[in-house]
Nanobody, 128 residues
Framework: QLQLVESGGGLVQPGGSLRLSCAAS????????IIWFRQAPGKEREGVSC????????FYADSVKGRFTISRDDAKSTVYLQMNSLQPEDTAVYYC?????????????????????WGKGILVTVSS
């Protein structure tokens, strides 16, 4: 079965850290850019970050820049989202998505277009 599976979410205090993982099952990530989205309660889904599958470039939403780091390990078919200095406004369900093709010089455009695979999402709650 071809799927993406997120893990690593949970409850963390403000200022804390979490590392989310997005693991591909049934396929390898070499031919896919990976995008992280999130959806907070009562809000629309928003793009968080994305990473190229060719030149290693990354892109971050302004709201997470400097706090979040995206990385990938294609040998493990896994993409990570290291989240530091978490704040209550980061509380959301986080989704990873895979977009087939060769992508470089990542920009906000990575959030657009058809995603070929979606994970089911994982909840991150930042609260004291």
């Amino acid at each position: 079965q071809l799927q993406l599976v997120e893990s690593g979410g949970g409850l963390v205090q403000p200022g804390g850290s979490l590392r989310l993982s997005c693991a591909a099952s049934g396929f390898t990530l070499d031919y896919y850019a990976i995008i992280w989205f999130r959806q907070a309660p009562g809000k629309e889904r928003e793009g968080v970050s994305c990473i190229s599958n060719t030149d290693g470039s990354t892109f971050y939403a302004d709201s997470v820049k400097g706090r979040f780091t995206i990385s990938r390990d294609d040998a493990k078919s896994t993409v990570y989202l290291q989240m530091n200095s978490l704040q209550p406004e980061d509380t959301a369900v986080y989704y990873c998505a895979a977009k087939h093709g060769y992508y470089s010089r990542m920009s906000y455009r990575c959030y657009d277009g058809k995603m070929d695979y979606w994970g089911k999402g994982i909840l991150v709650t930042v609260s004291s």
